[in-house]
T-cell receptor, first 115, second 114 residues
Framework: GAGVSQSPSNKVTEKGKDVELRCDPI?????LYWYRQSLGQGLEFLIY????????KSGLPSDRFSAERTGGSVSTLTIQRTQQEDSAVYLC?????????????FGSGTQLSVL | GDSVTQMEGPVTLSEEAFLTINCTYT??????LFWYVQYPGEGLQLLLK?????DKGSNKGFEATYRKETTSFHLEKGSVQVSDSAVYFC?????????????FGQGTRLTINP
């Protein structure tokens, strides 16, 4: 596609349920990022994938969060046993190789609401 | 670790006013600096960037100068328009291991009234 695509755009779930968020990066982009944007907060880095290298998971807030990237393209962010504090907009971004001087292309995000 | 501090918002201005949104950073070495903008209902997009000290990034009438001595990258525009209403994020990418991710400030919501 022309840009980074995320689905669903909105997700409402009950506390304790698991959710999966999907990201389709721009074709040919080898680097993929997940960020979280909470109300009134900045963007919080979660995880970074680059090609076949081991992902940088240093931003994942707890072991309830995990992400995978299949075939170097589509990525899924999974949140297990969701909590109300997980409510946020989850943003995916991609870039051609690595960040360095390249810009990130962001998707429109998934608005997650945990009731 | 690396961090970015932005001017608290929200900021409300009248059309044609002068805009400054302050941004300061803490980083090891000399990071690259960015301003991203999020228009209503749209994804974040790069507005401008600067990769070394004294560089000036510019786009759409906005400017920001990389000031190493004050560790700042303030965003300015001489005459704002209603269409500039958005949330603005200052960000950096560090060096070494930190080079591969952006560290963002908390964002500043700007509203321009006609």
């Amino acid at each position: 596609g022309a840009g980074v695509s995320q689905s669903p755009s909105n997700k409402v779930t009950e506390k304790g349920k698991d959710v999966e968020l999907r990201c389709d990066p721009i074709s040919g982009h080898t680097a993929l990022y997940w960020y979280r944007q909470s109300l009134g907060q900045g963007l919080e880095f979660l995880i970074y994938f680059q090609g076949n290298s081991a992902p940088d998971k240093s931003g994942l807030p707890s072991d309830r969060f995990s992400a995978e990237r299949t075939g170097g393209s589509v990525s899924t962010l999974t949140i297990q046993r969701t909590q109300q504090e997980d409510s946020a907009v989850y943003l995916c971004a991609s870039t051609r190789e690595g960040l360095t001087n390249e810009k990130l292309f962001f998707g429109s995000g998934t608005q997650l609401s945990v009731l | 670790g690396d961090s970015v501090t932005q001017m608290e918002g929200p900021v409300t201005l009248s059309e044609e006013a002068f805009l400054t949104i302050n941004c300061t950073y803490t980083a090891t070495g000399y990071p690259s600096l960015f301003w991203y903008v999020q228009y209503p209902g749209e994804g974040l997009q790069l507005l401008l960037k600067a990769t070394k000290a004294d560089d000036k990034g510019s786009n759409k009438g906005f400017e920001a100068t990389y000031r190493k001595e004050t560790t700042s990258f303030h965003l300015e525009k001489g005459s704002v328009q209603v269409s500039d209403s958005a949330v603005y994020f200052c960000a950096l990418s560090g060096r070494g291991q930190g080079a591969q991710k952006l560290v963002f400030g908390q964002g500043t919501r700007l509203t321009i009234n006609p």
